[in-house]
């Protein structure tokens, strides 16, 4: 009986010592971990546009490498990253440090819309009363600028163009988006 036991310690040891081998080895073959800090780790341009990306941790030199060079080509100058875009899709940009730390930046290349849309092109309203337009193509920040104030007037809160009526007659409203795009609404006061 005794025999029996000491048979069962010993291998109950054996099980432990290698169970901690087994979880003491479970990190040593894979790639190193990302450390390094990136801002933004998400990047979206239109080709031949630019984005910066800043480096906030990790020790210079830094390499720098697309993954697709089609897409997006990318440049380092100390801890700043500039990516510029050179057709629609998507690559990655990985970042390495001395110390081999690395980190990435996902990129995502595509074109500038063509023009700006609002959903009514002419607004009709009383005195006092307002009307809603919105813009469904554009990039924003949108701007509203009314032909004559005297007339109505307009104001922006996102993708939404509210126009209000001051005094009877006609005048347009022209909205502009980031990109300097347009669209003119027609506005009757009655």
């Known amino acids: 009986m005794k025999k029996f036991n000491i048979l069962k310690v010993m291998m109950m040891a ?8 087994f979880a003491s080895c479970d990190n040593d073959d894979d790639e190193p971990v990302n450390t390094l800090k990136l801002n933004p780790a998400k990047v979206e341009i239109a080709p031949k546009a630019t ?8 020790m210079a030199p830094f390499t720098v490498n697309s993954s697709n060079t089609k897409v997006a080509t990318v440049k380092t100058k100390g801890k700043t990253i500039t990516i510029t875009g050179v057709a629609e899709g998507s690559a990655v940009v990985k970042v390495t440090d001395k110390s081999k730390q690395t980190g990435q930046v996902i990129v995502t290349v595509k074109a500038a819309s063509s023009s700006l849309t609002v959903d009514k092109k002419s607004a ?21 600028t009314v032909k004559d104030s005297k007339v109505a007037t307009a104001s922006v ?21 980031k990109n300097k795009k347009s669209a003119t609404i027609n506005v009757t006061v009655k």
């Open 14 to 21: 054996v099980i432990s010592i290698s169970a901690m081998t």
């Open 157 to 177: 809160k996102d993708s939404k163009i509210t126009i209000k009526g001051v005094k009877a007659g006609k005048t347009t409203v022209t909205v502009t988006d």
């Open 51 to 58: 984005a910066t990306v800043t480096i906030g941790s990790g």
């Open 124 to 144: 009709e309203m009383a005195v006092g009363k307002t009307v809603d337009v919105t813009v469904s193509k554009g990039t924003a920040p949108y701007t509203a």
